[in-house]
C-alpha cells in the first residue's frame, strides 16, 4: 500500500489500548479513517492528530525556545499540571520528545525534544509566520475602524 494511502498509523497515540478517548481524539482519528478510506492521502490528518492540539503545539514551540522542564512549561504557559503531564506523555510516547531523568533524589526529568520534534521547527515558525502576517493585519485593521 503507497504511503500516501496507508491508514494513519498513530490514530490515538495516547490511547495505545483503543479505549475511547476524548471526543476531540475520537472526531480526529475519524476524520483520518475518513480521507484514507476515500483513498486520499492523510499525512495532514495523522499530523494534526499528533500535535494539533493547543497545548501540544505550545509545548513544542517552548522547546524549540529551549525549555525543558516541567515546571518550565507549566510556569509559562499557565497550564495545569495534569494537562501538562498528559500532553507531555502524549509526545514522549509518540516520539516527539523524550524523557531524561536529570536529579535521583526526589527523581526529577527533564523533557528533550528528538531529532522528529526538532523537525517540527519550520511547522512553528511558518505558524508564527502567518500569525504575524494575516493576524496582526486583522488587528491593524479592526484598531482603525
Not at 494511502?5 to 475519524?30: E, I, K, L
Request: overall charge positive; proline content about 8%; hydrophobic content about 35%.
Amino acid at each position: 500500500m503507497p504511503a500516501e494511502s496507508r491508514p494513519c498509523t498513530a490514530a490515538r497515540p495516547d490511547n495505545p489500548a483503543g479505549r475511547p478517548g476524548t471526543r476531540q481524539q475520537v472526531r480526529a482519528a475519524q476524520a483520518a479513517r475518513q480521507l484514507t478510506q476515500q483513498g486520499q492521502p492523510c499525512p495532514v490528518a495523522c499530523t494534526l492528530q499528533l500535535i494539533g492540539e493547543w497545548w501540544t503545539v505550545l509545548i513544542v514551540r517552548d522547546a524549540l525556545r529551549g525549555m525543558t522542564r516541567f515546571e518550565e512549561f507549566r510556569r509559562n504557559l499557565d497550564i495545569s499540571p495534569a494537562i501538562l503531564s498528559r500532553r507531555l506523555q502524549t509526545l514522549v510516547d509518540v516520539g516527539i520528545m523524550e524523557r531524561r531523568r536529570y536529579r535521583e533524589h526526589p527523581p526529577r526529568d527533564e523533557y528533550v525534544l528528538t531529532e522528529a520534534g526538532r523537525a517540527l521547527q519550520p511547522v512553528i515558525a511558518a505558524l508564527r509566520g502567518w500569525g504575524r502576517l494575516y493576524l496582526e493585519r486583522h488587528d491593524d485593521a479592526s484598531k482603525e475602524s
